[in-house]
């Protein structure tokens, strides 16, 4: 045989030199849920090792994932049923918890990326990502809001705004409503294959943000269309969107590589709460060996095109990571 390709596995030496696909801890985007409570730490019981934060303990998180080589955060808010309505005013309000800080986490570490959430859902009333009248979600109606929370988002120094909605015309409502009031520098992540999975429950726990009716299959993207994600992709790019984002990830890996191999823009890709509990409480019960089964999700993720990763196991991955560098 002239040919044997395990002359390039022979050693682990070799094995390095010759990898294809590397994840580092710059990569990864460490998703956080924010308490209003100062001092609050609530762990999520269907995410084993994940906490809703307050503002202190999530400034401390912070700063241990960047001294981990973490740079990138992506921060939720845990709003209170009181103050939710069918307008999500709570999240226009220039004094509401979330934007606050924002504003904080922004002046004590000036160097991190910071992404935002653009979505009804976590204030609404309904539980839904848009308006809701008479039953249905109203796309053109969601936009006015949406707009008004990246403003006041773009207001607290981020670097990116999250929508999240899928609303259609989303991405280009915000982008000039941006460019209107200078925010020029701000860029939009945008959610643009989000598909209507059952992989968000553990989320949807964390943030007590369930539909209080029916689903989201109306603006979520059929798990079973793949060409559509390449319409949405060319709307999000025409449209101004920076980043572009598949979320789930691990059932959505070619999703993932259409993307990449038709977009120039940078790929994100989701590593939801429902793969993180999985692989966690699997882990837990002893079924699967949780630290090879983790590295082989991410590395898979990297290697179907993602730039980036959105992902639960970003802390653990990174502390592990450089341990091994020491």
Known sequence: MLKRPRRNRKSQSIRNLVQETIVLPEHLIYPLFLLEQFNEKIEIASMPGIYRLGLNPILQEIEICMNLGIQSFIIFPVVDEMKKDQLASYGINKNNFYLNALKEIKQKFPECCLITDVAMDPYSSDGHDGYVENGKILNDKTLEILVEMALV???????????SDMMD???LAIRQA???NGFYETGILSYT???ASGFYGP?????????????????QMNPANANEALLEME????????????KPALSYLDIIYRLKSHSYLPIAAYNVSGEYAMIKSAGLKGWIDEIKVRDEVLLSIKRAGAD????????????DFKNKKS
Request: proline share 3%; no cysteine.
């Open 235 to 246: 709307l999000d790019i025409s449209e101004g969107a920076d980043i572009l984002m598949v």
């Open 203 to 219: 989320f949807r726990d964390a943030l007590d943000s369930a539909p209080k009716f029916g689903d989201k299959k109306t603006y």
């Open 178 to 180: 941006l460019d209107s």
């Open 308 to 319: 980036m990763i959105l992902s639960y196991f970003a802390k653990e991955w990174a502390s």
């Open 169 to 171: 015309g989303r991405v």
């Open 193 to 195: 294959a989000k598909y």
């Open 153 to 163: 988002q773009a207001e607290t120094g981020v670097d990116y705004i999250g929508p």
